[in-house]
């Protein structure tokens, strides 16, 4: 199978991190985000990959060059105005085939197992699969008996339970022609018309696994905590994945990094330096005597002095 995986959003929750990199290229212990997407896919069964974009378009060919991920095609399409979700899909309708396909939100961190929702796809023979979750945030999805029964109570079924959407969903090609072409489509109204025709869409209950939606600094910050060396182990990355920061050689001896700190690749950290849950990306300098918490030091940039939940 095919998957599309959405990265051309402006990432605006996550500003200024995102003013360089578009959000599912922020790193993640220097992981770009959206290759957790593609690992996580992988892992089960999918085959090649289609990502959307917009903002910071060449950062994508930067840092994910070459046209393929771990020898699986990786194929870009830029969208020069935002055509939000639904319209998004209609866009790659010819890159996607004719075959049923994955969505996934490029902002997801997810570690559960995909392939028997995709099974039970294939066999409901339903245009559309929502992968969903009991709680983690916002419950806006009406489900009952694997079938999605309304969306923010737009149907009046406020009294089938609700569940949070995890950003992830399958769909049969049959989708494509309920999407204008060429028109600016968020596709909840797409899924509110099938059901409004009596056409299902399937809901699956997902309880056990991991799922984070980093669209917010908070949560960015959180995740490297939850995946630092020793911590939660995501079980389509090799177990010594990450390293820890700690003992690099761009650190010196003299700095002290506590909790959980990430070390991007050609960062500095000058002597004297106290860090705190602090995330340096790429060719970040920290310079000595330096006072961090909880604090991003972007691609390139300097951070000095003494600084609490800063962007650098």
């Not at 290759?35 to 085959?47: E, K, Q």
């Not at 046209?67 to 830029?78: A, E």
């Not at 079938?147 to 089938?160: E, F, K, Q």
Request: glycine residues 10%; negative net charge; contains cysteine.
């Amino acid at each position: 199978m095919n998957a599309f995986v959405l990265g051309a959003g402006l990432g605006t929750r996550l500003r200024p991190l995102t003013e360089l990199r578009p959000k599912p290229l922020v790193p993640i212990h220097g992981k770009p985000l959206i290759t957790f997407a593609f690992d996580h896919l992988i892992a089960n069964a999918i085959s090649s990959f289609v990502v959307n974009s917009h903002h910071r378009p060449e950062a994508y060919e930067e840092h994910l060059p070459g046209g393929s991920y771990r020898d699986r095609p990786l194929v870009f399409r830029h969208e020069p105005v935002l055509l939000d979700t639904g319209g998004g899909i209609k866009n790659v309708e010819d890159l996607l085939g004719s075959e049923p396909f994955v969505v996934y939100n490029g902002d997801v961190l997810a570690d559960f197992p995909l392939s028997p929702i995709i099974d039970r796809h294939l066999e409901s023979g339903f245009p559309a699969t929502l992968v969903l979750r009991p709680s983690g945030g916002p419950l806006h999805i009406q489900c009952r008996d694997g079938r999605v029964t309304d969306i923010r109570n737009t149907l009046g079924n406020s009294g089938d339970p609700s569940f949070l959407f995890t950003g992830i969903t399958i769909l049969s090609p049959e989708i494509f022609r309920h999407i204008p072409a060429g028109k600016i489509v968020s596709i909840i109204p797409v899924y509110l018309s099938l059901l409004r025709a009596g056409i299902p869409v399937g809901g699956a209950v997902v309880e056990r696994g991991l799922w984070c939606d980093l669209g917010f600094r908070d949560s960015y910050l959180d995740a490297h905590a939850l995946l630092r060396a020793g911590g939660h182990q995501l079980s389509y990355l090799p177990s010594e994945w990450p390293q820890s920061d700690h003992a690099s050689p761009a650190v010196a001896a003299s700095a002290r990094l506590a909790g959980a700190c990430a070390v991007g690749r050609g960062a500095v950290v000058g002597e004297g330096a106290e860090l705190e849950d602090c995330v340096l990306w790429e060719n970040a300098t920290v310079l000595p005597g330096s006072r961090l918490t909880r604090c991003v030091v972007r691609d390139g940039m300097t951070a000095a002095g003494t600084a609490c939940s800063a962007d650098f």
